[in-house]
């Protein structure tokens, strides 16, 4: 595979056609090595035209989350430095969460082009059709005490409003504890899985569902009316490795952030963002219903609401304004 991806590289830098025999040479291999190379380049996607006399030229890009994909479009330090690739898997979290226990570092990210069991909060079903989204889970080990861990949730949804905003011009709306909104409807959730060893967090897993080219009637009956897309938000289709190599830097912004300042620094940010102070807005939290007046975000994560005078903290919970 390293081959592929140098003579793709190749490819790429070349201004117009490159020759087989230059590749060859540049290389250290046979002009058929080559002509197999490329080959595998097709058979992934990739459109490349061969021309007698002049070589191949790198003509069209497929959409596909390939890791040298995202990591052409990605600026970061360690967020995203390893990505594990797959067509299809049952859910990424999953995954994460086998290569976290086994030491994998952090930042390793797993992604995928479909989920058969994807899970949202509350083990919730995500729905996760083929090549149309982005299905993704990091490793991160912040070192904290569980208790401290909860506003990483807030660190991948501001990563996500920055991200939308950056790509269509628009504000999404930032609902808590972990959903991005635009129009109303869902269009990213994030689950945080977290595995503990004594009074100390040995890895996070954060999971990310983040609709991009899904068409209205793509989506499943169930939750049509409940979620939307870019593309349904925009009309405009988005290449899905360089939206996933945008979200990995803001992640890694983010993330530095609660590593530098701490959980109340990022809790505050997202607060400002979101504009939930002063949402009357009701809850539902293990079939008990609250509804009150937002006073805001605590420094832990929870929602603070003012119910008849009284502030109640909630960590967990449904909302609805």
């Known amino acids: 595979m390293d081959r592929t991806k140098e003579i793709l590289t190749c490819l790429r830098n070349a201004v117009d056609y490159v020759s087989g025999g230059a590749i060859a040479r540049q290389m250290g291999i046979s002009r058929t090595a080559v002509w197999k190379h490329i080959k595998t380049l097709e058979r992934m996607g990739y459109t490349i035209t061969a021309l007698q006399g002049k070589g191949y030229k790198l003509s069209g890009i497929p959409d596909r989350l390939y890791p040298w994909e995202i990591e052409h ?48 909060r509350l083990g919730r079903p995500w729905f996760s059709p083929s090549g149309k989204n982005i299905y993704m889970s990091l490793i991160l080990r912040p070192g904290v005490s569980p208790q401290d861990v909860y506003p990483l949730t807030f660190v991948s949804s501001l990563a996500i409003y920055d991200t939308i905003r950056i790509l269509t011009g628009q504000e999404p709306t930032l609902k808590w504890p972990n959903d991005v909104l635009m129009g109303g409807r869902k269009v990213c959730g994030t ?81 400002e963002r979101s504009g939930i102070k002063g949402k009357h807005m009701e809850i539902v939290q293990n079939d008990v219903r609250y509804e009150g007046v937002s006073e805001g975000i605590g420094p832990d994560g929870s929602l603070l609401l003012n119910v008849n005078g009284s502030i109640i903290k909630i960590i967990s919970g449904d909302v609805s304004f």
């Open 73 to 120: 479009h990605m600026q970061t330090r360690s967020m995203g430095r390893k990505i594990i690739h797959r067509d299809t898997i049952e859910s990424t979290n999953a995954l994460a969460f086998s290569y976290g226990l086994e030491g994998a570092e952090e930042g390793t990210c797993v992604i995928a082009e479909q989920q058969t069991a994807g899970r949202g």
């Open 191 to 271: 689950l945080l899985e977290i595995s503990t060893e004594a009074d100390r967090v040995s890895c996070v897993i954060v999971g990310i569902g983040f609709n991009i080219n899904m068409k209205e009637d793509e989506v499943d009956e169930a939750i049509r009316q409940k979620a939307t897309s870019l593309f349904m938000e925009t009309k405009k289709e988005y290449e899905r490795a360089a939206v996933c190599g945008m979200l990995l830097t803001n992640l890694e912004k983010y993330y530095l952030i609660f590593k530098d300042h701490g959980g109340r620094e990022i809790c505050a940010v997202w607060e």
